[in-house]
């Protein structure tokens, strides 16, 4: 039902399903950064210009410091995420969906010198092209993946529909199916939700429209809101 999801279990068992991030939506969270670290140096400039000798000097500092120091505390200090990133709603997380550490963050950002070869980024884009989880090769020697991260002020709630038990038992992997598709339901268009609820015709014993409220019906009661 997901397209380029991540799952990964916790030693508790718990499955985390994590949507990672293509390359489109990284590519415009960099531009975002990059804009904004190059406001930041021309306004540096434009102040220490007037420090001639020293000035250049320290505007040298400053242009290290938004290269390179920039991603690095973002990601660091701010739970995976630069301004760029949370923009767009993206956040770096570990391979095993915890937060982001400092070594990780350093990692991987200092190897954007080999993702950035020959030129603009090409070994990092066929990378995130080629791997199921569109990481780039900072991403694979730092363990860490870039998924989405719905903003909590637009997360849509669940359909409210009567709570009922599915007509066939399901699997561990068939329910976190049914909770992410009721999840997801209040995004798609109704033709896309009746198209994945008549996929799940067994569990709700209904097509169309009535599927589509049988099969949240049933996600309201695995999640026990009975």
């Known amino acids: 039902m997901l397209d380029t999801v991540r799952e990964v279990h916790t030693p508790e068992g718990v499955a985390l399903r994590l949507p990672t991030a293509g390359p489109v939506p990284r590519a415009l969270a960099w531009?975002?950064?990059?804009?904004?670290?190059?406001?930041?140096?021309?306004?540096?400039?434009?102040?220490?210009a007037a420090l001639e000798a020293v000035g250049?000097?320290?505007?040298?500092?400053?242009?290290?410091?938004?290269?390179?120091?920039?991603?690095?505390?973002?990601?660091?200090a701010f739970n995976g995420q630069t301004?760029?990133?949370?923009?767009?709603?993206?956040?770096?997380?570990?391979?095993?969906g915890a937060p982001v550490g400092w070594i990780a963050a350093i990692v991987r950002n200092l190897l954007r010198t080999v993702d950035m070869l020959p030129f603009g980024y090409t070994v990092g884009l066929i990378s995130t092209l080629a791997d199921p989880h569109g990481r780039r090769l900072g991403d694979m020697v730092a363990h860490t993946v870039v998924v989405h991260v719905a903003n909590e002020r637009t997360r849509p709630p669940l359909v409210e529909v009567e709570a009922h038990g599915p007509t066939v038992p399901l699997r561990p992997a068939e329910q976190a199916a049914v909770i992410a598709f009721a999840e997801r339901?209040?995004?798609?268009?109704?033709?896309?939700?009746?198209?994945?609820?008549?996929?799940?015709?067994?569990?709700?014993?209904a097509r169309g429209d009535l599927g589509v409220r049988r099969?949240?019906?049933?996600?309201?009661?695995?999640?026990?809101?009975?």
């Open 185 to 205: 339901a209040p995004r798609l268009t109704p033709e896309r939700q009746r198209e994945l609820a008549d996929i799940a015709e067994v569990a709700t014993g």
């Open 83 to 96: 301004p760029g990133k949370r923009v767009m709603e993206l956040r770096v997380v570990s391979a095993d």
């Open 56 to 76: 250049s000097g320290l505007y040298a500092i400053v242009l290290f410091g938004l290269m390179w120091a920039y991603p690095i505390v973002c990601e660091g």
């Open 215 to 226: 099969l949240a019906g049933i996600a309201n009661w695995l999640l026990g809101r009975r």
């Open 31 to 48: 531009a975002l950064d990059m804009a904004i670290r190059t406001s930041l140096a021309i306004a540096a400039a434009t102040i220490l």
